[in-house]
């Protein structure tokens, strides 16, 4: 059932992302990442971030196929929040493109999550991590405002530069 529910996922992304993307995505690369350290810099360099902001966030750190690579939650952070930041993770990695960009796209895209069993959300706080031209996943954090989470995880995109 899993894997009807994933196949049926991929079709739709494969199929669906072409047609409504404005610019195509950059291609996935071969090994999913990124690695665990380069993760790891990625999430203290958010959490600094969040820390000069005076807000406090979780973030998590997928690889293109949406798999969680490192996720952190700081003190006092809502518990949802880890999901929530994967979930926009995972929206930048499949996309190629910052969460909160979809326009009304998004909507497509939760649509397409739900049916696979997988969490999509098309809220600002994640952008995609490439590479090399090539999409290795998405940082996306979650906690404070849209805005103070996409500087968080676009201070932790720097981190991997």
Do not use: W, Y
Not at 82 to 91: F, I, N, S
């Amino acid at each position: 059932m899993k894997l009807q529910r994933l196949s049926i996922f991929v079709f739709a992304m494969q199929t669906a992302i072409p047609v409504v993307a404005q610019t195509p995505p950059p291609s996935a690369a071969a090994v999913p990442g990124p690695s665990l350290a380069n993760a790891e810099k990625m999430l203290a360099a958010a959490r600094a971030k969040a820390m000069e902001m005076g807000v406090g966030v979780s973030c998590a750190v997928v690889d293109v196929h949406g798999d969680l690579v490192a996720a952190a939650r700081m003190d006092g952070v809502g518990f949802l929040t880890v999901t929530v930041a994967q979930g926009k993770a995972r929206t930048s990695a499949f996309t190629g493109q910052p969460s909160g960009g979809l326009g009304e796209r998004g909507a497509l895209f939760q649509s397409v999550g739900s049916a696979a069993g997988q969490t999509l959300l098309t809220i600002q706080g994640a952008v995609p991590i490439v590479q090399g031209g090539k999409r290795l996943g998405g940082i996306g954090c979650s906690g404070a405002t849209s805005q103070q989470d996409d500087e968080a995880a676009r201070a932790g995109l720097m981190a991997s530069q």
